[in-house]
């Protein structure tokens, strides 16, 4: 028998609970299974977590009206398949937002950290930039209308690595201070392109990625992406200064537009300068850390003898967690479950899609 009817947060439902209430929906998308029935494969959110759903023998009509509302109000039961918890819904009903007076950012999972504090030590590494026309570049970038205001809630990414509300200046800031060791340990690199590059490298993100409708791509995002954006914003901003030395203008460009590093991750450059290996690498270095610690967190108890997680995609190994770790979760971290089970097609033996590791996302 089931647990009895509830609304609560997706971080603390179990197997065998049913469950009912209105959740965010994201990546929903309608599929055909073997037999020919229409199928849709989605992550509910709210938010503490995001959980993988799925809704059998559905159809197109019930598919256009959740593309067409971001909200679900759901009656479900939760089940288990290879250690992850998923949703198996039985009923559902759109909801209006604007009927309900319900906005995205209230179901998403959002940074532990004080957003006015991380803005304080971004605010504190741009008037330490000394060279005065770089700064007033990166000032004319930052008041670009609007980006303030969504620097605040942005994530850093769709789901592999600060992947919540305020994500991407909690990443932002991280990469400041790695950036000031970094010139501490090796005070030739030029401090003020560095520093410059790990404020704009990411900042395009702001209009890449939506939170509407969970994290997703933008128009922008899927065509140009944040590489090109931030060139874009660059070039605008250059001549709005007007003064700045044109080799520095060409290294700023070089180290957003080299940041990912490799070729076939997006970068149209490899990075050619101290500072774009430096930003590079540093940049890698959290996000995969970060990355880590979120698996961690999100890690179901396993036996004594097997601390392994499942296979990370971001880090192409299955992860191991020594006994030592005592990480605390904090709240607000994404909680990330497998694909539809197919324990749970029924009788017709109908089977979900394969789903892409990363979902899309970089893995950093």
């Given at each position: 028998m089931g647990g009895p009817l509830d609304q609560r947060s997706l971080d603390s439902i179990t197997s065998g609970d049913r469950l009912e209430g209105i959740f965010l929906v994201a990546g929903a998308n309608l599929k055909t299974a073997r037999n020919g029935k229409f199928f849709i494969p989605m992550t509910l959110r709210d938010h503490t977590a995001g959980v993988k759903a799925v809704r059998w023998e559905s159809s197109q009509e019930e598919f256009r009206e959740i593309d067409r509302n971001p909200f679900l109000r759901i009656h479900g039961r939760v089940e288990e398949y290879q250690g992850n918890l998923q949703i198996i819904i039985d009923t559902l009903e759109p909801v209006s937002a604007s009927e309900a007076g319900l906005q995205a950012a209230e179901f998403l999972p959002r940074t532990p950290c004080d957003i006015e504090t991380l803005e304080r030590d971004l605010e504190q590494r741009i008037v330490s930039i000394k060279n005065e026309s770089l700064r007033s570049l990166v000032v004319a970038i930052l008041e670009r209308p609007g980006l303030r205001d969504q620097l605040r809630v942005s994530p850093a990414g769709k789901s592999m690595h600060h992947a919540y509300i305020g994500g991407l200046l909690e990443h932002m800031v991280s990469l400041l201070k790695l950036a000031d060791f970094v010139c501490d340990h090796y005070p030739w690199l030029d401090r003020d392109i560095l520093i410059s590059g790990v404020i704009l490298h990411d900042i395009a993100k702001t209009t890449e990625l939506g939170i509407d409708n969970g994290f997703n791509y933008t128009d922008e995002g899927q065509l140009l992406g944040h590489i090109v954006l931030c060139?874009?914003?660059?070039?605008?901003?250059?001549?709005?200064?007007?003064?700045?030395?044109?080799?520095?203008?060409?290294?700023?460009?070089?180290?957003?537009?080299?940041?990912?590093?490799?070729?076939?991750?997006?970068?149209?450059?490899?990075?050619?300068?101290?500072?774009?290996?430096?930003?590079?690498?540093?940049?890698?270095?959290?996000?995969?850390?970060?990355g880590y610690m979120e698996l961690f967190r999100s890690a179901k108890p396993g036996p004594e003898d097997s601390r392994f997680g499942s296979h990370a995609y971001m880090l192409d190994v299955r992860p191991y967690f020594p006994r030592n770790l005592d990480y605390q979760r904090p709240p607000g971290f994404t909680t990330p479950s497998s694909s539809p089970s197919r324990s749970s097609e029924g009788r017709d033996g109908t089977g979900p899609a394969k789903v892409t590791p990363g979902d899309g996302d970089l893995p950093f």
């Open positions: 060139c874009n914003w660059i070039d605008e901003a250059s001549r709005k200064v007007g003064d700045i030395d044109r080799e520095v203008l060409l290294q700023i460009q070089h180290v957003v537009a080299s940041h990912h590093g490799q070729l076939e991750f997006g970068s149209p450059k490899k990075p050619m300068t101290a500072e774009a290996l430096a930003l590079h690498y540093i940049d890698n270095l959290d996000a995969k850390l970060m």
